[in-house]
C-alpha cells in the first residue's frame, strides 16, 4: 500500500498550492483520509480530513476558509486546495488513510497509512 503526495513547493505570502495524494496497493474508496503537517522543531499537527463520500470535512482551526479538502474515489486520490498561504504555513504535509474507519478524525493515531510527505514553502 502506498500513499503518495505532490504539489509542494515554494510559494509567497498570499499565494495558493494544490497538494495531491494518490493511494494504490488497495482501495479507500470507504474509508477517510485526511492531511497533517510537521514543521521544523513541532509535532505533526492535523490539517483536514474527509469522510468517504464527502460528506463530513473536518478542518484545524486555523485552516478553515482557507484550505479545502477534497477526494475522488474513482481516482483515489484526495486533494487539499491551499489559498492565501502564510509563513507558518511551512511544513512537510503528509496525507494519510485509516484502514477501515470511517470518521475524518483529527488524531493522527487513527490513521493506519501515511504518505512519504511534500513540502510546502512559504516566503514572506
Known amino acids: 500500500v502506498q500513499l503518495q503526495a505532490s504539489g509542494g513547493g515554494l510559494v509567497q505570502a498570499g499565494g495558493s498550492l494544490r497538494l495531491s495524494c494518490t493511494a494504490s496497493g488497495r482501495t479507500f474508496s470507504s474509508s477517510a483520509m485526511g492531511w497533517f503537517r510537521q514543521a521544523p522543531g513541532k509535532e505533526r499537527e492535523f490539517v483536514a480530513a474527509i469522510t468517504w463520500n464527502n460528506h463530513m470535512i473536518n478542518y484545524a482551526n486555523f485552516v478553515r476558509a482557507r484550505f479545502t479538502i477534497s477526494r475522488d474515489n474513482a481516482k483515489s486520490t484526495v486533494y487539499l486546495q491551499m489559498n492565501s498561504l502564510k509563513p507558518d504555513d511551512t511544513a512537510v504535509y503528509y496525507c494519510?488513510?485509516?484502514?477501515?474507519?470511517?470518521?475524518?478524525?483529527?488524531?493522527?493515531?487513527?490513521?493506519?497509512?501515511w504518505g512519504q510527505g511534500t513540502q510546502v514553502t512559504v516566503s514572506s
Open positions: 494519510a488513510a485509516r484502514a477501515s474507519g470511517r470518521y475524518p478524525s483529527i488524531v493522527s493515531n487513527e490513521y493506519d497509512y
